[in-house]
């Protein structure tokens, strides 16, 4: 005797919240692997269940990340748009790496931003006015 199973299926809308720490911890994971963090000269800590401020060249403050200091690390590829995600970050040091392709324009939303260091990269696009940037 044969049986008919009928399988039946709905959408289903999933709604997660992240704290600000959490989406943090998102963009720099996104970050490691968009600028090839497995080839970097230091990665200690990224990718670990360590909290991020233990994270080779992240700086926070009140648990948010302040400062990304990754200058002269061996960084290839590009600059992802979520780096606009860490919208405490106020210094982002990038300087003597490999970085081509443009500039996110994301970056010109971030509030708190006061500093790009992204000198001696290969980098092809002017920033959004008011944002000081050293280059090479």
């Known amino acids: 005797m044969a049986s008919l199973l009928v399988l039946y299926s709905r ?8 704290t600000p720490r959490q989406l943090d911890s998102l963009a720099l994971v996104n970050f490691y692997y968009s ?8 990665n200690t ?11 080779w ?3 926070t403050l009140n ?6 200091d990754l ?18 970050l106020s210094n982002l040091l990038l300087a003597s ?13 971030m509030s708190n931003l006061d500093n790009i260091w992204i000198n001696g990269n290969e980098l092809d696009q002017v920033l959004p006015d008011g944002q000081k940037v050293i280059f090479g």
């Open 45 to 55: 800590g990224w990718l670990s269940e360590a909290d991020i401020d233990t994270w």
């Open 71 to 88: 200058g002269n690390n061996n960084l290839t590829g590009s600059l992802p748009a979520s780096i606009a995600d860490l919208d405490k």
């Open 97 to 109: 790496n490999s970085l081509t392709g443009g500039i996110p324009p994301e970056i010109g939303s």
């Open 11 to 18: 959408p289903i809308t999933l709604n997660v919240e992240y």
């Open 63 to 68: 648990g948010r990340v302040k400062q990304i």
């Open 35 to 42: 600028t090839g963090g497995p080839t970097w000269s230091t």
């Open 57 to 59: 060249g992240i700086s």
